[in-house]
């Protein structure tokens, strides 16, 4: 599922099970590709969290992980980041990282 | 630049297949076409297992991976277990069966499976999945929205023989060439490599070399530990050197002296890739 965060709601969508947060921005090329290959990640895998954080809309959770380059990708497990993946990555790096997470 | 090459293997030797064959694959274009249908999916209870299908297993096994009251899988994927994932497909929900997984038994039960139906596209979808998107203004339908994806998809596989060959014949120059490396030379490459890594850890990651793990090391650039990703830096400054060394002499006709140590990090491989367009023929298929 992808669900847009919020400054407020960020930590409530990352403290439980695996969940990928993808801090993004609405003008970012990589973003938008990296945007799709998201959508199929959950497409094929409707039980993964997919959280997206647009670093405009968000300042404080931009500032607070000192976002310097988008995309970036944080992988999370029961609310702790387990890896950091900044700039663009593509969907089978992504795949691999999840199976070691989720499994 | 005092290090030199004593005996310059020339790319034209390489041998490679000069035929390369184009095709898009059907389950692309469906991938892509759900990025348009995606919205309106629907799921369904699964009754038998197929490919794609979502099932929530319980596992119960010795091996910890294999051990989890409740784990969901989609099947065939690949991404917990491509073997066992095969074993799933024509188990029915409510089914109890024993897996053999690397020489041990698994007893799996099929708690719940979901399947995911995409309905078809139609041009008004397009339509609205491209109103956003300005490099797609020029379509309207669901065949142009395949025609696009098809000649993107064939563009792209141009582009990756393209530069699979240039890197190939970078390759082929550098491992069958003679090469002499000046260790002052070497070494100011290296300091500069160690130095750049330095300040992207700790500006784009907020790290210290010194401090990071052998976890950290290994997640960030691939090296088991500290002294492998030094020994593989060492390894890159060789290839940098010799890379500029092949690269000027090849373009413009400098010879290793006369190249500035600077330029190493300034290669144009336009002269690799045209001799990989020229010697390329492309068949759609």
């Keep these: ?17 695996v969940v990928l947060v993808d801090f993004f921005g609405e003008h970012c090329g990589p973003c938008k590709m990296l945007a799709k290959s998201l959508e199929e990640l959950d497409d094929e895998f409707p039980f993964l969290n997919i959280v997206k954080v647009d670093t405009d809309k968000c300042p404080e959770q931009t500032g607070k992980f000192k976002i310097s380059g988008i995309p970036d990708l944080y992988f999370y497990k029961d609310g702790k980041v387990l890896f950091h993946q900044p700039g663009m990555v593509d969907a089978e790096e992504i795949r691999s990282k999840l199976a070691e997470i989720l499994y | 630049m005092r290090s030199f090459v004593n005996k310059l293997a020339d790319h034209r030797d390489f041998k490679f297949e000069h035929e390369v064959k184009l095709c898009c694959p059907p389950e692309y274009i469906d991938k892509q076409l759900r990025h348009i249908t995606r919205g309106s999916k629907k ?21 910890k991976k294999f051990n989890s009251p409740c784990v969901p899988i989609t099947v065939d994927s690949g991404l917990f277990d491509e073997e066992f994932e095969q074993k799933l497909i024509g188990r029915k929900t409510g089914e109890e069966f024993t897996a053999e997984v690397n020489g041990k038994k698994v007893k799996v039960t099929v708690i719940s499976a979901k399947r995911y139906i995409y309905p078809q596209p139609d041009d008004e979808m397009v339509r609205k999945y491209v109103a ?11 065949q142009q929205y395949i025609d696009r994806v098809k000649s993107d998809y064939i563009k792209e596989q141009k582009t990756d023989a393209i530069f699979g060959l240039v890197n190939d014949l970078i390759e082929y120059v550098l491992t069958h060439s003679d090469w002499e490396f000046d260790d002052e030379e070497l070494e100011k490459v290296y300091n500069d490599m160690l130095a750049d890594m330095h300040s992207w850890l700790k500006e784009e990651m907020g790290l210290t070399f010194e401090e990071m793990s052998d976890d950290e090391i290994m997640a960030q650039t691939g090296a088991e530990n500290k002294e492998q990703l030094l020994e593989m830096m060492r390894a890159d400054s060789e290839q940098a050197i010799a890379s500029a060394i092949f690269a000027h002499t090849c373009t413009d006709g400098k010879k290793p002296e006369e190249i500035d140590i600077n330029e190493i990090y300034d290669i144009d491989w336009k002269f690799l890739q045209d001799y990989a367009e020229e010697n390329i023929k492309f068949i759609e298929e």
């Design chain 2, 43 to 63: 799921s369904e209870d699964a009754k038998v297992l197929q490919a794609g299908d979502v099932a929530m297993l319980k596992l119960e096994s010795d091996m």
């Design chain 1, 1 to 17: 599922m992808i669900t847009y965060a919020t400054d407020e709601n960020y930590n409530e969508l990352t403290a439980e099970g």
């Design chain 2, 132 to 142: 956003d998107k300005d490099d797609m203004k020029d379509i309207s339908t669901v």
